[in-house]
């Protein structure tokens, strides 16, 4: 019997537990048994954005009226009818919230491979790829909750930040970032941080909730920490760029209404705040424009060449890493659970914003 947690697609609140009993494999495929993974507001934007961005046809329910909400971390292989994926390997990637997964390896290379389930053969390949452990210079076991919880949300930093650069940050002297707590915030703050010095590099601004400006401001990689109900008070006479986490309307007006049309560029991201979520349409300003990570990917491959591309991004996340994980001021405790009561609870927790800023969760079903 396996077991699969899943929520309402229209009520992201509304949760349930399926099971239903282990199929026999196929030629071909392998069954992996699922944890540690991290489960984080990143994964609420997932919820949030399931039928916009296809999240949700990844890992089908069999109920059109569910979904099942993706989250990144670790498996390790229990049955293989795959050649080339072995029992007892391991292997980072793209898994459901549950106990296990099947899936149909093709393209097997000493790095990992990649799911070639036909109902996934249209989605974004990025998200299909599984990375061997034993062949991932990334990889250190003492580092695996660092890596389910940060590594995909790092990427997802590093590549705003990248295109961003790539368009001379539009002219803006100030990045703004909202949600500035939440660990994508802070990896790309971390990233147009380390261009300080150079011309062109832009100040970071971070808006926060009241009761993590000061968590924020600890991290240091924000130039200024402002709460949300402060963000008319900042100078707005210098163009600006508004990087959206949070996904919140009032918000969203509030910096469109306050900057204008001395906002060069507005990107959103995120759903932080997912019920609190609209649209840009008669905003003063630029019309927010969503930011999808794979097609940075796809230009930077083009012109970099995937091991280009690795090597970049492998700098900056030993870079973050060593940040993070500072003796002396980490920015980032880990917290673990296992089991059904624990999923439901960290999932609670961030649906009502109940997890610390400095906290991570990770999780095994």
Request: aromatic share 10%; charged share 20%; with cysteine.
């Amino acid at each position: 019997m396996t077991t699969m947690f899943t929520v309402g697609r229209d009520d992201l609140r509304r949760i349930a537990w399926r099971e239903h009993a282990a199929s026999p494999l196929g030629p071909g495929q392998a069954r992996l048994r699922i944890g540690p993974f991290a489960l984080t507001s990143n994964n609420v934007t997932y919820g949030a954005f399931g039928e916009a961005m296809h999240y949700w046809d990844f890992f089908p329910t069999g109920d059109s009226a569910s979904g099942c909400i993706p989250v990144w971390g670790f498996a390790t292989v229990s049955e293989s009818l795959a050649e080339g994926v072995d029992v007892g390997e391991r292997f980072y990637g793209y898994w459901p919230i549950a106990g296990e997964a099947v899936v149909a390896p093709v393209r097997i290379v000493d790095e990992g491979f990649v799911d070639g389930a036909a109902h996934r053969a249209n989605l974004p390949p990025v998200y299909n790829r599984y990375l061997r452990c034993t062949s991932d210079p990334e990889y250190r076991v003492e580092h695996e909750a660092l890596i389910a919880l940060l590594r995909p949300l790092f990427i997802t930093s590093f590549l705003i930040d990248d295109f961003l650069a790539d368009n001379a940050f539009f002219g803006a002297s100030t990045v703004l970032v909202a949600s500035a707590s939440s660990k994508t915030a802070y990896g790309l703050a971390f990233c147009v941080a380390r261009r300080r010095g150079s011309p062109g590099a832009p100040a970071v601004v971070g808006l926060t909730s009241p009761k993590n400006v000061a968590f924020t401001e600890r991290l240091g990689c924000y130039d200024r920490v402002v709460a949300y109900g402060d963000v008319t008070t900042l100078p707005a006479d210098a163009r600006a760029v508004y990087v959206d986490m949070s996904g919140d309307a009032a918000l969203r007006a509030a910096v469109h209404g306050h900057w204008r049309d001395a906002l060069a560029y507005s990107c959103s991201v995120g759903g932080t705040h997912w019920e609190s979520l609209g649209g840009g349409k008669g905003l003063p300003g630029p019309r927010p424009t969503l930011f999808f990570a794979p097609d940075q990917i796809k230009k930077r491959i083009a012109e970099w060449g995937a091991h280009g591309l690795q090597q970049r991004l492998a700098s900056a996340w030993s870079a973050f890493v060593a940040a993070v994980g500072d003796a002396e001021r980490p920015w980032l405790r880990v917290v673990a659970g296992s089991g059904r009561e624990a999923v439901e609870r960290t999932y609670a927790d961030l649906l009502d914003g109940r997890v610390a800023a400095d906290e991570g969760r990770v999780l095994t079903v």
